[in-house]
């Protein structure tokens, strides 16, 4: 017990560093570049981790996750170009569109079970991305959605406001995202109703017998998840300013269940390992988009077949064999 | 919802009772027109060879399958198409035949699971932690705690339910019942794939349970618990009611010898 409360310190004491490292990176890292690699890292973070309460903690293999980021995405620059509605309400709103497509595609496609759930969400990414390609009336097809102005200022008291003109106003307003998204969604995994998500993933059968409906729990964290999905869709919408149907691609799915599964599915640190490593490897690897593709893949594979865990898995598995033989 | 009780329930007033239960699969009749019930207070044994439909009439009482005629009532209350956790929640709770646990998880977090369904644990509680949340936190691990002794798991708690033997898996799998705190508990083989001196614990953990006021109902293949344990005993054999009565009264049964043991031997 002791050992334990002593790790958990520790664990804190490394969490509270990286928090306030992220938050001082723009006062020694002035060089655009990596602003923007680090703001893409933070976007992706936010939608892997959706992901995985849905996919990690849920066990749904939820293959529509690229579309909810691409809906959201849409969503709002479609409010803000053609609706010329203020940036924050179109966050809610989009926000709001994305769990009710979430609610539209959910409730039919989590009565399957396993990988029939997988291939109907799947379905649905592709349908989703070709209406955006196809319905150029309101998306303007695949031409693309441009000049989608950067977030609207929030005016504060005494004539100041704060802007997101700059790269470090937008990575701030990103990683404050990011964190949210991370809080709520663990203070949800440690909650009952987390237990109740682990438990439907455990056994549905058992979670029933016992008094929990796997169709409202299943559901509730699907739509949790594409809430995060759509929220972070946005803010890759207003930070770009362009949007083309390749976001709601599948590719885009499979990149994020790429940086679930080698990060580690069904643990909090996993998807961000993942998200981080990958975007910074892939940024970095711009030029050559195909091999890159063909290398996830491979270590895809390998993930899935020697170290199922992924990177956490992997870590933790270091940590208790050291430890093991530190008692002896 | 819940209706209050009174309280000085008499002992042969009936919890359960099953009328007219037929469930058919594709051509095969599995239960053919069941009648019987269960009393309050009592331990209910349910006997019968393999295939003669007790695994399937627990399945058609905790709502997994529909039956295709006939209705269940529970404290007088119909309770025949509700889905299972609606079950659950009325107070009727069950183990699996294949012991089923949530083998990832410790045995505490096993049992704090099992009350998930007295509590409400929504999502904005969830999110900002409101006192009630915290409330329904505690109650939860209060419960857990006490079923940890009360199925003598107790040194066992953070133990990964999965590393557990057979029978303490057993013994996890009753406990997370009684964690829905139900009326009603049903066992499926109890004892099943649990060897013979082991079983003693079992035996005794049903009969705790059965002081502890929960009306229990069991299957049962090993005749030492089928037999000396129950109150009353019914013996099925493909899908139909043989007899049904006292124990001693039952072993003795002419059909029952038959359906067990051939024609044979029940001259």
Not at chain 1, 104 to 118: D, E, H, N, Q, V
Not at chain 1, 191 to 216: C, D, H
Not at chain 2, 1 to 16: A, F, I, N, T, Y
């Amino acid at each position: 017990m002791k050992t334990a409360a002593k790790l958990f310190s520790i664990r804190n004491l490394i969490v509270l560093i990286l928090i306030v490292f992220a938050l001082t990176i723009p006062f020694y890292v002035t060089s655009r570049f990596i602003l923007h690699i680090l703001i893409m890292c933070c976007i992706w973070a936010m939608a892997a981790t959706s992901m995985n309460l849905i996919m990690g903690y849920t066990g749904q293999v939820n293959l529509a996750h690229g579309a909810f980021f691409g809906i959201g995405a849409y969503s709002a620059g479609l409010l803000i170009l053609k609706l010329g509605i203020n940036f924050w309400p179109a966050l809610i709103l989009a926000c709001a569109i994305t769990v009710f497509f979430g609610l539209l595609i959910g409730l039919p496609a989590l009565r399957t079970k396993g990988s029939y759930f997988a291939i109907g969400t799947m379905c649905f990414n592709v349908i989703v991305t070709v209406i955006i390609d196809s319905w150029e009336g309101l998306t303007e097809g695949a031409r693309g959605l441009l000049g989608i102005p950067k977030p609207a200022p929030i005016p504060l008291p005494f004539g100041t406001e704060i802007t997101f003109t700059s790269i470090t106003a937008n990575y701030y307003l990103i990683l404050v995202s990011l964190l949210l998204t991370i809080l709520i969604i663990y203070r949800i995994v440690h909650s009952m109703m987390g237990r109740t998500f682990m438990a439907i993933r455990g056994n549905e059968e058992l979670a029933e017998s016992l008094g929990m409906s796997a169709m409202r729990g299943k559901l509730l964290s699907f739509l949790i998840s594409t809430f995060f999905a759509g929220w972070a869709g946005v803010l890759y919408a207003a930070y770009i300013g362009f949007l083309s149907p390749e976001i709601s691609d599948y590719h885009v799915t499979f990149e994020l269940l790429t940086f679930c599964m080698i990060g580690g599915l069904g643990t909090m640190v996993g998807p961000l390992i993942g998200a981080f490593m990958l975007t910074i490897i892939s940024e970095l690897l711009h030029g050559v988009a195909v091999p890159r593709l063909v290398a996830y893949g491979f270590v895809l594979i390998l993930i899935i077949i020697f170290l199922r865990g992924g990177i956490t898995g992997g870590v933790r598995m270091l940590w208790s064999r050291m430890s093991r033989k530190e008692g002896r | 919802m819940v209706k209050d009780e009174p309280k000085g329930r008499k002992m042969s007033e009936k919890l359960l009772e099953v009328k007219g239960m037929c469930k058919d699969f594709g051509g095969l009749r599995a239960i053919d027109s069941l009648d019987f019930h269960i009393r309050e207070g009592e331990i209910f044994s349910i006997i019968g060879p393999n295939g003669s439909g007790k695994t399937t009439l627990f399945n058609v009482i905790t709502g997994f399958y529909p039956p295709t005629k006939g209705s269940v009532i529970f404290k007088g209350e119909d309770i025949t198409n509700l889905k299972p956790f609606h079950i659950a929640r009325k107070g009727i709770a069950r183990t699996f035949q294949l012991t089923a646990v949530f083998i990832r998880e410790t045995v505490l977090d096993n049992l704090i699971v099992g009350h998930r369904l007295r509590i409400r644990a929504g999502l904005l509680g969830t999110i900002f932690g409101g006192h009630r949340t915290q409330e329904e936190d505690k109650r939860c691990l209060e419960k857990a705690e006490e079923l940890l002794e009360f199925i003598q798991l107790t040194r066992q708690r953070n133990v990964v339910a999965g590393n557990l033997t057979q029978e303490a898996q057993k013994r996890l799998s009753v406990g997370m019942a009684l964690a829905t705190d139900p009326n009603l508990l049903l066992l499926d083989e109890p004892t099943g794939g649990v060897n013979l001196r082991e079983i003693s614990s079992l035996i005794s953990l049903i009969k705790k349970i059965r002081d502890k006021k929960v009306t229990i109902c069991l299957i049962e293949h090993k005749m030492k618990v089928a037999m000396d344990i129950p109150d009353r005993v019914l013996v099925l054999n493909y899908g139909r009611k043989i007899t049904e009565g006292l124990p001693k009264e039952v072993s003795q049964d002419k059909r029952v010898i038959e359906a067990y043991l051939g024609k044979s031997y029940a001259a």
